[in-house]
Antibody, heavy 121, light 107 residues
Framework: EVQLVESGGGLVQPGRSLRLSCAAS????????MHWVRQVPGKGLEWVSG????????GYADSVKGRFSISRDNAKNSLYLQMNSLRPEDTALYYC??????????????WGKGTTVTVSS | DIQMTQSPSTLSASVGDRVTITCRAS??????LAWYQQKPGKAPNLLIY???NLETGVPSRFSGSGSETEFTLSISSLQPDDFATYYC?????????FGPGTKVEIK
């Protein structure tokens, strides 16, 4: 069974940093691209970032470009999101998601349960 | 960036109704479109990818169509389990962008 388990969320002050992790199991991790998607409670989905299977291709939403950095460790079956210069508007539930196809990042087929990030003083 | 819009934002329907949700892209996205269903407190669930391909395990009452800039998600006969919020996603260009969502409510 494919499983994605996010961790690393929490309460952080504006301007500080946080690193999210996603542990993957049940599939060949290095065959697939991965994504981060966030959702403010009661609001819609926002794609945050994607990374290809070999880390050669990465993309970011305009709202996080230059502040967030996606990475992966295929040896550890893990995906990461380094979030710097956090703002109150970054407060959301952050989902890790597997891409449905291999190669670069397209669309998501399996999602984790999410980890909550709250940016507040 | 490609902007996605959805209509209606809320839809009230009864069990057994045929329901159609529209998604529009600000520029052509060819067939690079997916649909997701999300229930309260749960992660989204992939229904359809590449405009009209049904994800494994998704009931056949769901279908997708369209091309270029206008797309539809249809539910042929609404079931109690289908009351949820539906989102479209374009993956033609980065950044990927979701539509704002359509909430399907019980009439």
């Amino acid at each position: 069974e494919v499983q994605l388990v996010e961790s690393g969320g929490g309460l952080v002050q504006p301007g500080r940093s946080l690193r999210l992790s996603c542990a993957a199991s049940g599939f060949t991790f290095d065959d697939y691209a991965m994504h981060w998607v966030r959702q403010v409670p009661g609001k819609g989905l926002e794609w945050v970032s994607g990374i290809s299977w070999n880390s050669d291709n990465k993309g970011y939403a305009d709202s996080v470009k230059g502040r967030f950095s996606i990475s992966r460790d295929n040896a550890k079956n893990s995906l990461y999101l380094q979030m710097n210069s956090l703002r109150p508007e970054d407060t959301a539930l952050y989902y890790c998601a597997k891409d449905r196809v291999g190669g670069t990042y397209y669309h998501m087929d399996v999602w984790g349960k999410g980890t909550t990030v709250t940016v507040s003083s | 960036d490609i902007q996605m819009t959805q209509s209606p934002s809320t839809l009230s329907a009864s069990v057994g109704d045929r329901v159609t949700i529209t998604c529009r892209a600000s520029q052509s996205i060819s067939y690079w479109l997916a649909w997701y269903q999300q229930k309260p407190g749960k992660a989204p669930n992939l229904l359809i990818y590449d405009v009209s391909n049904l994800e494994t395990g998704v009931p056949s009452r769901f279908s997708g169509s369209g091309s270029e800039t206008e797309f539809t998600l249809s539910i042929s006969s609404l079931q109690p389990d289908d009351f949820a919020t539906y989102y479209c996603l374009q993956y033609k260009q980065s950044p990927r962008t979701f539509g704002p969502g359509t909430k399907v409510e019980i009439k």
